[in-house]
């Protein structure tokens, strides 16, 4: 009969705490935007607009972001930024993030531009969105297609 109770109490503490949790909708994240920042040396530097949609009912408060950024599948650039804010209840922001291109990356891609397709790129960001105070962080992992910018016919002579 204890074991039981025992059993019974174990199950209630298991379940009220996965309650307690949440299961949380996934964060969705999406490419926004992309501008050039003035870079050091052989890499590159980019600021990342991020587009970072909240499907849940309650609030997320973040407090740092970082994220890793793949092109066609090979790595291209990473970044981290200490911004904190709030995304609403159903509701979404966009945050900008710093990223850095190593000149090895840069070369991978240039090549791989030179023999395929020079207007489009499949994308895949995975990163985590920091938690703020008591809150544990949010990870996040997202693909797309971006439009690469074109280059006029003269400039490529």
Known sequence: M????????????ILS??????LREPLRVAVAGIEPLEGK???????????IQNHDDKPIN?????????LRGTGFASGV?????????????????????PATAILRHAFGLATGDRTKADYRL?????GQGLAI?????????????????????
Do not use: W
Request: a positive charge.
């Open 2 to 13: 204890k074991r039981r109770i025992l059993l019974i109490l174990t199950l209630a503490v």
């Open 17 to 22: 705490g996965c309650a307690v949790l949440g």
């Open 41 to 51: 040396g052989m890499e590159a530097r980019f600021a990342v607009h991020l587009r």
């Open 62 to 70: 973040y407090d740092g972001i970082a994220l890793d950024l793949d």
């Open 81 to 101: 930024s200490n911004q904190g804010g709030t995304i609403p209840r159903f509701g979404e922001t966009i945050i900008t993030v710093p990223v850095t291109v």
């Open 126 to 130: 995975r990163g985590k969105l920091g």
């Open 137 to 157: 962080g949010r990870q996040f992992d997202s693909q797309g297609e971006i439009t690469l910018p074109t280059i006029p016919p003269e400039k490529m002579d």
